[in-house]
């Protein structure tokens, strides 16, 4: 054998050498098989490192996914599920007869009775009107019922800028409460700078004639302070659309029934 | 052979080392979070209880009586709506209880929404009745809110030279529907978390996922840097709801930058 090992290793001077140093040789001696074995080997080793790459890869991944998804979702899962308090509440009878208990009772109840009137008290028993200024709808209270609700048409949240840029206007309808200040009967409008400005139109000055139009604002208008109005409009079909510069535009049937409904003072809220 | 098992060995290191490191982590991580909660609860007591009128009550089993503690419940909840009543405000009403959102100016409601899938944090539903209640009272003031929808979406508009330029106003473009997704924060450590509730359009869902997430993140980056300097990381209170879209945005624009919102729960 030893004879033989020693043919074959004169056979193949570029046998590798194993990890103790020694030649590897086949049992039976066959030199091209063991070339073509090792060979294989040799082919195999890259393809093996590469599958174990993607599986660390992979792994990498799996892990890295886990963390973020503990982290983002998991976490905060378990941190609710434990942070329970367990605050008992009881129902004894025993402690109903108790005269402390009682006053405490009685003095809460007294506390909610004399909030509560004081709460109904804000909502007024007189008519109202509430404004949506992101649907543009109305709704027409009376007695604190609903008698009416529509469309209307609020401030078209528009910027209007001058070329110069010295001025500008937001046309937008303010929100919160308000009060009618004064009703009107065939309104004219009194045409302010900026419609002029917003058209490209000299401006005429102050209580020039050029400055009244009427019949735009419908057969009534309702002042509800600092300018602004709620009145008709020749602009149907924008209604349920904000286009206005900061009035609240009604269609006729419903102009007449605001109208008729509030008095100078009724609530106006805005929202 | 010796040197393939130290391969083998220096490579198991290499794995264990790690993912010991994340194990631990992690541990550390949840622990830190874990005891949030009560470090809020805590808080909460520290700062209410002591300004509750109702310390002097010394009998404590009137506090665990539930007849007592619906009335303070009910008490609290109209304190609250009082005190934004008398700011001619408008502010919102939560109500946990029969699941409604209600915009209020100065008293009286103008708008009415139902909630759905409704969750909160365990603190506010379980917590001590009396620190909540007592915080409850008074109502929350919005901090900042982050959205998906603008607040007051005003278009720039130059004026024209002449008559020349003008165009009339053209109808707006209300077919036009942006997913409305918000979250309030609240003085208090209060998060209102509000969601849009159709979600049938996959690019509705994305942007609900992507503004979750977006949040996640805010919150796990705030968390680790406390963990970082070994602080216990703020745990927020909040309360999640989905109400169709278009309250959902009726509510988000009507309330003011600075609004006031109560709870009753």
Same mark, same amino acid.
């Given at each position: 054998?030893?004879?033989?090992?020693?043919?074959n290793?004169? @056979?193949?001077?570029?046998?590798d050498?194993?990890?103790? $140093?020694?030649?590897?040789?086949?049992?039976? +001696?066959?030199?091209?098989?063991?070339?073509?074995?090792?060979?294989?080997?040799?082919?195999?080793?890259?393809?093996?490192?590469?599958?174990?790459?993607?599986?660390?890869?992979?792994?990498?991944? =799996?892990?890295?996914?886990? =963390?973020?998804?503990?982290?983002?979702?998991? @976490?905060?899962?378990?941190?609710?599920?434990?942070?329970?308090?367990?605050?008992?509440?009881?129902?004894?009878v025993?402690?109903?007869?108790?005269?402390?208990?009682?006053?405490?009772?009685?003095?809460?109840?007294?506390?909610?009775?004399? =909030?509560?009137?004081?709460?109904? @008290?804000?909502?007024s !028993?007189?008519?109202?009107?509430?404004?949506?200024?992101?649907?543009?709808?109305?709704?027409?209270?009376?007695?604190?019922?609903?008698?009416?609700? $529509?469309?209307?048409?609020?401030?078209?949240? &528009?910027?209007?800028?001058?070329?110069? +840029?010295?001025?500008?206007?937001?046309?937008k309808?303010?929100?919160g409460?308000?009060?009618?200040?004064?009703?009107?009967?065939?309104?004219?409008w009194?045409?302010?700078?900026?419609?002029?400005?917003?058209? !490209?139109?000299?401006?005429?000055?102050?209580?020039?004639?050029?400055?009244?139009?009427? $019949?735009?604002? !419908?057969?009534? @208008?309702?002042?509800?302070?600092? +300018?602004?109005?709620?009145?008709?409009?020749?602009?149907?079909?924008? =209604? +349920?659309?904000?286009? &206005?510069?900061?009035?609240?535009?009604?269609?006729?049937?419903?102009?007449?029934?605001?109208?008729?409904?509030?008095?100078?003072?009724?609530?106006?809220?805005?929202? | 052979?010796? %040197?393939?098992?130290?391969?083998?060995?220096?490579?198991?290191?290499?794995? /264990?080392?790690?993912?010991?490191?994340?194990?631990?982590?992690?541990?550390?991580?949840?622990?830190?979070l874990?005891?949030?909660?009560?470090?809020?609860?805590?808080?909460?007591?520290?700062?209410? /209880?002591?300004?509750?009128?109702?310390?002097?009550?010394?009998?404590?089993?009137?506090?665990?009586?539930?007849?007592?503690?619906?009335?303070?419940?009910?008490?609290?909840?109209?304190?609250?709506? /009082?005190?934004?009543?008398?700011?001619?405000?408008i502010?919102?009403?939560? %109500?946990?209880?029969?699941?409604?959102? %209600? /915009?209020?100016?100065?008293? #009286? *409601?103008?708008h009415?929404?139902?909630?759905?899938? #409704?969750?909160?944090?365990?603190?506010?539903?379980?917590?001590?009745?009396?620190?909540?209640?007592?915080m409850?009272a008074?109502?929350?003031?919005?901090?900042?809110?982050?959205?998906?929808?603008?607040?007051?979406?005003?278009?720039i508009?130059?004026?024209?030279?002449?008559?020349?330029?003008?165009?009339?106003?053209?109808?707006?473009?209300?077919?036009?529907?942006?997913p *409305?997704?918000?979250?309030?924060e609240? %003085?208090?450590?209060?998060?209102?978390?509000?969601?849009?509730?159709?979600?049938?359009?996959?690019?509705?869902r994305?942007?609900?996922?992507?503004?979750?997430?977006?949040?996640?993140l805010?919150?796990?980056?705030?968390?680790?840097?406390?963990?970082a *300097?070994?602080? *216990?990381?703020?745990?927020?209170?909040?309360?999640?709801?989905?109400l169709?879209?278009?309250?959902?945005?009726?509510?988000?624009?009507?309330?003011?930058?600075?609004?006031?919102i109560?709870?009753?729960?």
């Amino acid at each position: 054998m030893e004879n033989e090992d020693i043919k074959n290793e004169g @056979a193949l001077p570029d046998t590798d050498k194993d990890a103790s $140093g020694h030649n590897t040789v086949n049992s039976d +001696g066959n030199s091209m098989s063991d070339e073509s074995s090792e060979q294989k080997d040799h082919r195999r080793k890259p393809i093996s490192k590469i599958w174990r790459a993607i599986f660390v890869f992979l792994c990498l991944i =799996l892990i890295t996914s886990f =963390l973020i998804f503990f982290i983002l979702y998991g @976490a905060p899962v378990i941190v609710e599920l434990s942070s329970k308090q367990n605050h008992k509440t009881e129902n004894s009878v025993e402690l109903k007869k108790d005269p402390v208990y009682k006053k405490q009772i009685t003095l809460l109840t007294k506390d909610i009775q004399r =909030l509560s009137i004081k709460f109904n @008290a804000y909502t007024s !028993g007189q008519s109202y009107i509430v404004i949506n200024t992101t649907e543009n709808r109305f709704f027409l209270y009376t007695n604190k019922k609903l008698v009416r609700e $529509g469309f209307c048409s609020t401030g078209s949240l &528009t910027m209007l800028k001058t070329e110069k +840029g010295d001025k500008f206007w937001v046309f937008k309808t303010p929100k919160g409460k308000r009060s009618i200040h004064g009703k009107i009967t065939n309104p004219s409008w009194n045409r302010p700078d900026w419609s002029f400005i917003e058209e !490209g139109l000299p401006v005429p000055p102050k209580n020039s004639a050029a400055r009244y139009e009427s $019949g735009v604002l !419908g057969d009534y @208008a309702l002042s509800i302070g600092d +300018g602004y109005l709620i009145h008709g409009t020749i602009y149907k079909r924008f =209604l +349920g659309m904000p286009v &206005t510069h900061g009035c609240v535009r009604l269609n006729d049937e419903d102009l007449e029934a605001v109208y008729h409904t509030l008095n100078i003072g009724s609530k106006v809220y805005i929202f | 052979m010796e %040197n393939e098992n130290n391969a083998g060995t220096n490579r198991k290191v290499i794995f /264990i080392i790690p993912i010991s490191i994340i194990i631990l982590f992690i541990v550390y991580y949840t622990v830190m979070l874990m005891i949030s909660p009560a470090r809020k609860l805590d808080d909460i007591r520290n700062e209410f /209880i002591s300004k509750s009128p109702d310390k002097e009550n010394s009998d404590q089993r009137i506090l665990m009586d539930s007849a007592y503690l619906k009335l303070l419940k009910e008490k609290s909840f109209l304190q609250s709506r /009082i005190v934004m009543a008398e700011t001619d405000s408008i502010y919102l009403t939560i %109500n946990l209880a029969d699941s409604s959102a %209600n /915009i209020e100016i100065s008293g #009286v *409601v103008v708008h009415k929404a139902k909630m759905s899938d #409704v969750k909160t944090s365990r603190i506010l539903t379980s917590g001590n009745e009396n620190a909540i209640l007592s915080m409850l009272a008074k109502p929350f003031v919005i901090d900042y809110a982050r959205s998906t929808i603008k607040k007051e979406p005003v278009m720039i508009k130059m004026a024209p030279k002449d008559t020349s330029e003008y165009k009339p106003d053209i109808m707006p473009d209300t077919s036009i529907t942006e997913p *409305v997704n918000y979250i309030l924060e609240m %003085n208090g450590g209060l998060r209102i978390y509000v969601y849009q509730k159709e979600n049938d359009k996959f690019s509705e869902r994305i942007n609900q996922l992507k503004f979750d997430l977006n949040d996640r993140l805010n919150d796990t980056w705030a968390a680790l840097k406390s963990i970082a *300097v070994f602080k *216990v990381p703020e745990y927020h209170l909040f309360i999640k709801m989905k109400l169709p879209r278009s309250d959902a945005k009726i509510i988000y624009r009507a309330l003011p930058r600075n609004g006031l919102i109560a709870v009753f729960k």
